[in-house]
Nanobody, 123 residues
Framework: QVQLVESGGELVQFGGSLRLSCVAS????????MGWFRQAPGKEREFVGF????????YYTDSAKGRFTITRDSAKKTVYLQMNNLKPEDTAVYYC????????????????WGQGTQVTVSS
């Protein structure tokens, strides 16, 4: 079992930055690949990015490339999503999730989810 708790979401202005954190509890944190997803009102949950269990490989959706960076600290059992140059279209609830697969963008492949943290970008 893995429990995930996100934090760091808040209201930020256009062009601003935020760092979201996802703290995991439970065993074998490094076994899991970690994904970040987001869901805006009235829209489906969408993939943002992924980091593998070792932290050596990351993948991003096109809208996140060059602006978002995912890192992980195994000692702290924490995954981070650094978001720069934020835009109003980034407004959403952001979720972290854990998967035993190497890499996947499909939310159904993730076994564990956090409760989400709200990010709002004002124009």
């Amino acid at each position: 079992q893995v429990q995930l708790v996100e934090s760091g979401g808040e209201l930020v202005q256009f062009g601003g930055s935020l760092r979201l954190s996802c703290v995991a509890s439970g065993r074998a944190f490094s076994f899991y690949g970690m994904g970040w997803f987001r869901q805006a009102p009235g829209k489906e949950r969408e993939f943002v990015g992924f980091i593998d269990g070792t932290g050596s490989r990351t993948y991003y959706t096109d809208s996140a490339k060059g602006r978002f960076t995912i890192t992980r600290d195994s000692a702290k059992k924490t995954v981070y999503l650094q978001m720069n140059n934020l835009k109003p279209e980034d407004t959403a609830v952001y979720y972290c999730a854990a998967t035993g697969r190497y890499y996947t963008t499909n939310p159904r492949d993730y076994e564990y989810w956090g409760q989400g943290t709200q990010v709002t970008v004002s124009s």
